[in-house]
């Protein structure tokens, strides 16, 4: 049993919080305990050393602090309640200061001829500037410079706003929390590490860090805090990594046999790139050593990742093994299903599917043969990795657009057999170094960094709503000269309904424009039954219907070759990697393709800037980078479960530089001591069964 510590006091027993409060910050922040709100920390600092005259006042400031006089106090609207105005007047001029609620005490409180430190955010309302709800207090010799010259700024929510707890409020139970609980903060990095680094001590970091003493002991605080939390996700990855890799046998393919060769020598319709036989050659070379195979395979939308998995799963079978393909969605299972079906046909191998909508006698069919090992290749959803699922002898999983699946389940293949199968992990599109690194770095990695030879550029347009008609001429261009069209409809899930709405009203009015019997279209969304939704594509990828109609579901895998234009619209309410996704599912074949991104005029700046990237480039490395910049981890597809980015403080946008020094630190330390034995490393030991107590137990394998 955990032993409980003084800083796992629940916060509610803080003076100042109680237990509605403490409601509240357990259910907009997550904060339940002393430690908790230790680790909440301010996202950003003010300023409050810093004066600015009323003729310095910019726009574009966050805040401002100015020294004046209050004067021309009053009371507008109905009843006299509606707000409240002020001028605040220096030796530069004057400036507006407004009230909405909370005026009535405050407007006797302003006496004439005293100087008040005024401090807020600045708006400009035509050619005024106003400050709304401004802090105001009288000058006197502890007004300025109080503490320290930063003041943190914490995130609030709208519910604890009106509970008192917005930014200072919270900040006020910091300060209440920290010299309390000062003395318990123990130190979780080895001092040998705080001293080659010149680290400070946790727990001036942590007083630092929410009221710095002075900007120097601010930076040192957070680059220490930062470091910390990058260095021990990486320490556990690595140790996974490295305890895996010497507890772990792993299945030896030791033969490239006939269906590898006959594959690839008869039935491969083109030859290999440059970089899909490299990969190939690290795949063998890893189901070769004895150990067993964790590796990531990146490469852009299109750049052939599957005949990779392919190939690999036929190295599986020529030494008596079966394999597995694991893919996000049952359309996309469905789909590698048809594709590699057709392509193994000749090789007489036996491949399954299975998935939510397997139906029961099939699937009792399907978990038999695999048991009884009259299946070769498994392919399906995440069905497969349910504990019914058994095989004969799975010696390879791969996992299609892999981060849609976390890591826990990754590792939950692992118990599938004695000796664990190979894992290839394929993503969807790249992802940025930084994300890679934290999510991917117990993986080794393969990379395929070029396209086959014969692809044009997909060329992209941003085309606004009222250009439409522009748009239709253009796809009954394409479609007169042979080609087909997807048009595809945001579908988030909140506003499903409202969106479902726009998709039909999109289909009724491409129908309308492209009538039959002249013009033929599908449609599919996630809405329908599968069976459905099967026959739709079926007739679409086989040339039935000229347009395709669908929300994303047809974002990821689908591949139509003799589909070259994908008209997207709304395309401002994507995110990047969604749109560079979809933009994927043409330029497959050999003529040229375009992209047509619609959007209404309006749009926000990070929409405009997603839809400039978007044109000026089809670099899906760059892409995912700017994807990043924009909206930050906690945002990118499939992340979000996964846990491990539920960063406190270092932030994968910026914080390159320290992740790579932290992932470094962990090296040299592990190197050194592989399984944390040292008592110099026993704090190391200890920090990280608290951070990942549920970890796999790398003891009891042997
Ligand atoms: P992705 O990496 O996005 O999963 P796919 O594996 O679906 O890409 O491949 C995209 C298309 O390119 C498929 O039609 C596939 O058959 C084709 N392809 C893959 N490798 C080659 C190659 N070396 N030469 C020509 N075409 C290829
Ligand atoms: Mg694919």
Known sequence: MKRLQYLDTPVEYLKGVGPKRADLLREELEIFTFQDLLHFYPFRYIDRSRFFTVSEVRADMLYVQIRGRITDIQLHGKNRTTRMTAWLEDATGRIELVWFRGFKWLKDQFKPGVEYIVFGKPSLFGSKFTIAHPEVEPVTPGAINQDSAMQPVYNSTEKLKSMGLDSRGIGKLVKTLLPQVRDHIRETLPSHILASLKMLPRDECLLNVHFPVNDILLKKARARLKFEELFYIQVNLLQNRMLRNSKLQGHVFTQIGDYFNDFFHKHLSFSLTAAQKRVLKEIRGDTLSGRQMNRLLQGDVGSGKTIVALMSMLMAIDNGFQSSLMAPTEILAFQHYESISTMLRPLGLRIGLLTGSTKSADRREILADLKEGRLDILIGTHALIEDVVRFKRLGLVVIDEQHRFGVAQRARLWSKSQVPPHVLVMTATPIPRTLAMTLYGDLDVSVIDELPPGRKPIKTLHQYDRNRLKVFGFMREQIKSGRQVYVVYPLIQESEKLDLKDLTDGYESIV?????????????????KPADKDYEMQRFAQGHTHIMVATTVIEVGI???????????????????????????????????????????????DARKRLEVMVTTNDGFRIAETDLQLRGPGDIQGTQQSGILDLKIADLTQDEGILQFARKQAKRLLEDDPMLDKSANRIVRAQLNKLYPESVQWGRIS
Do not use: W
């Not at 309308?512 to 329908?528: A, E, K, L, N, T």
């Not at 709304?570 to 040229?592: K, T």
């Open 559 to 605: 591949d139509v070759p003799n589909a070259t234009v994908m008209v997207i619209e709304s395309a401002e309410r994507f995110g990047l990697s969604q749109l560079h996704q979809l933009r994927g599912r043409v330029g497959r074949g050999a003529e040229q393709s375009y992209c047509i991104l619609m959007s209404k005029d309006e749009l926000s700046i």
């Open 512 to 528: 309308r424009d492209f009538p039959p019997p002249r013009y033929s279209v599908s449609i599919v969304h996630g809405r329908m």
